[in-house]
């Protein structure tokens, strides 16, 4: 059973984000993700200073068998990348929630968090897909 | 998905497969298993550090019988067969009227007959191939009652030996039958891992039980389809319908090694297969318009089949046909159909990926070196 924290939001193509105490949203992809993709080899993030809107893509991570793009769950601007992953993407099988982050935005309207799936939410929106 | 979930076939490993929590896709008309709980990456470092155990049973196993059969097959395969000794394995390719290879498969001389593999998505084909082109008097028999299983791995041979101890004398491309726990096993010191180790036929209700035991050696893990890809390309071995077709010309697929020399033009028997004067023209001349090479990628990213290819200047000049990143390798791994003058080693191409254009480099194959059992 993968984990899904309970003060996390989760976007439906399988991102999380964080809303942090500085007003930024750390945003990774949920143990569900990395467990369904297998073994990360790579990973693709966006650029700081990049403008997303919510749904823009904002990366890719590619595993053994396939590439997958990651979503913004919330406009915003780029204001970190977690550049670790660059040359160690397995971080995103062993920490998604921590050491596995993708990137930082700051958040066009924070509200925005609120759109976004529960954790209980999502676990049933995960069992749906199953 | 085309084929109804109902129309695939089941291996005789099938329940054992789901027992070890093996994902199971369809695969060639088959259900396979793409990977087991591992996972991809740690069943292919397991394979090339100890032992991995493939069920390749989807794959077609045939037998030629009759005077000449030797001869016979010859008609279709640039390849010597007569003189392929007694307990000897070798790869071969069927080629078409133009040159271009409809199958790649293994021929072993048992002796008394010979004994062939072909590719499972080929099989079908291959064999109303060979049943139109065979002379009389040469029986084509179908092992559909047999199991394929193999075994790869640097720990293969030790393995091997506790279950076969007459195992133990053989060298790369040896092919004997062994009884095994009284089954009538037919063994070669062959693979598609590039590693030492063993193709193990054996009577499809017998197979489980082999299987079993094998898995029961503490050196020997199950490996499933996603693993039995990255370690054949990172051993620079072709997937056929990827990086052969009957489209390309064994000269074209770098595949010259496969030529026999009794079947060159200045061999003692020149020629007499399908497309027979182009593709010994091509080796006389060594110019094709394309070939089959390795790249390496100069970054991480996995560049996967279908990616194009361009020079500097931004010209197409080919595209992929298999592409991963290896986990031996350590390293983004590829091979590829290239415009001929870009098929040196050390030639820099450019691989689209998402709109990016990502460096490669042209490299030898394999990418991980091979360690055969070769005596």
């Not at chain 1, 040359?87 to 920490?95: I, K, S, Y």
């Not at chain 2, 088959?30 to 087991?36: K, S």
């Not at chain 2, 099989?123 to 075994?151: M, S, T, Y």
Request: charged share 25%; net charge negative.
């Amino acid at each position: 059973m993968s984990q899904i924290p309970s003060e996390l939001k989760y976007a439906s193509s399988h991102e999380w984000a964080r809303l942090e105490e500085d007003g930024t949203v750390t945003v990774g992809i949920t143990d569900h993700a990395q467990e369904a993709l297998g073994d990360v080899v790579f990973v693709e993030l966006p650029q700081e200073g990049d403008t997303l809107a919510a749904g823009d893509e904002a990366g890719v991570v590619e595993s053994v068998k396939a590439a997958s793009d990651i979503y913004a769950p919330v406009a915003g601007t780029v204001v970190a990348v977690n550049a670790r992953l660059e040359d160690e993407p397995e971080v995103v099988n062993a920490d998604p929630y921590n050491d596995g982050w993708f990137y930082k935005l700051q958040p066009e309207d924070a509200g925005e968090l609120d759109k976004l799936l529960g954790a209980s939410d999502y676990e049933q929106h995960c069992a749906d897909e199953d | 998905m085309a084929e109804a979930a109902g129309a695939l076939h089941k291996t005789p490993l099938y329940d054992l497969h789901l027992e070890l929590g093996g994902k199971m896709v369809p695969f060639a008309g088959y259900e396979m298993p793409v990977q087991f709980p591992p996972g991809v990456k740690k069943e292919h470092l397991h394979t090339r550090d100890r032992a991995g155990l493939f069920d390749v049973s989807h794959m077609g196993q045939l037998i030629l019988r009759g005077d000449n059969a030797a001869a016979a097959l010859e008609a279709l395969v640039p390849v010597d067969i007569i003189g392929l000794p007694e307990g000897k394995q070798r790869y071969a390719l069927f080629t078409n009227d133009q040159g271009g290879v409809l199958d790649d498969l293994m021929v072993t001389n048992q002796g008394d007959c010979l004994y062939l593999v072909v590719n499972a998505a080929c099989k079908a084909q291959d064999i109303a191939h060979l049943e139109a082109n065979l002379p009389g008097g040469i029986a084509l028999e179908r092992l559909d009652d047999r199991a394929l299983v193999a075994l790869q791995g640097p720990a293969a041979g030790e393995v091997m030996a506790r279950l076969a101890p007459e195992t133990a004398g053989m060298v790369f491309m040896d092919a004997r039958r062994v009884t095994i726990d009284g089954a009538d096993c037919f063994v070669s010191r062959s693979g598609y891992t590039g590693e030492d180790g063993f193709e193990i036929s054996i009577p499809a209700d017998r197979a489980e039980d082999l299987a079993r035991q094998l898995l029961a050696c503490e050196e020997v893990e199950p490996i499933g389809l996603g693993a039995r890809d990255s370690l054949r390309l990172e051993a620079g071995l072709c997937l056929y319908g990827h990086d052969l077709d009957a489209s390309t010309t064994p000269v074209e697929a770098s595949l010259i090694w496969a030529i026999s020399k009794e079947r060159r033009a200045d061999g003692v028997r020149p020629g007499g297969f399908p497309g027979a004067d182009i593709v010994l023209e091509q080796v006389a001349s060594k110019q094709v318009s394309r070939k089959r090479v390795g790249l390496l990628g100069q970054g991480r990213a996995p560049v996967r089949e279908g990616a194009e290819l361009f020079d500097a200047e931004g010209r197409a000049i080919g595209g992929v046909t298999s592409g991963t990143f290896g986990p031996s390798a350590e390293a983004s791994i590829a091979m590829a159909y290239v415009s001929a003058e870009f098929a040196a080693p050390d030639t820099e191409v450019f691989a689209e990926v998402r709109g990016k254009r990502l460096p490669m480099r042209v490299c030898k194959m394999p990418f991980v070196p091979q360690r055969y059992h070769r005596g």
